[in-house]
């Protein structure tokens, strides 16, 4: 079993930043692949970006390609997604979740955290 813990979310303006942090614990041991997800109200969730275990393999979605980026720190247990150049349609709760695969299909991930609202309003 892995455990996952989402922090970092919040409000913030539209142009602006916010890094989101997954923290994971029990079975860290495994070469997990780690995904990032969003699902805004009344919306299918959507795939963000996902990243190897390795840390050198990882791809993100086309909406949010060049302002979001991916990362990860194997020794802290914790992945992260950068997210710049917000924009209001960026409003979502934003999932970690892990993996054995690299992949954007969320059925492929088999732990999920609780998630973190990111509001982008001014």
């Known amino acids: 079993q892995v455990q996952l813990v989402e922090s970092g979310g919040g409000l913030v303006q539209p142009g602006g930043s916010l890094r989101l942090s997954c923290a994971a614990s029990?079975?860290?041991?495994?070469?997990?692949?780690m995904g990032w997800f969003r699902q805004a109200p009344g919306k299918e969730r959507e795939f963000v970006g996902a990243?190897?275990?390795?840390?050198?393999?990882?791809y993100l979605g086309d909406s949010v390609e060049g302002r979001f980026s991916v990362a990860r720190d194997n020794a802290k247990n914790t992945a992260y997604l950068q997210m710049n150049s917000l924009k209001p349609e960026d409003t979502a709760v934003y999932y970690c979740?892990?993996?054995?695969?690299?992949?954007?299909?969320?059925?492929?991930?088999?732990?999920w955290g609780q998630g973190t609202q990111v509001i982008v309003s001014s």
């Open positions: 979740a892990a993996s054995d695969f690299l992949t954007s299909i969320s059925s492929r991930y088999a732990y």
């Open positions: 029990g079975r860290t041991s495994s070469s997990y692949s």
């Open positions: 990243i190897a275990w390795s840390g050198v393999t990882k």
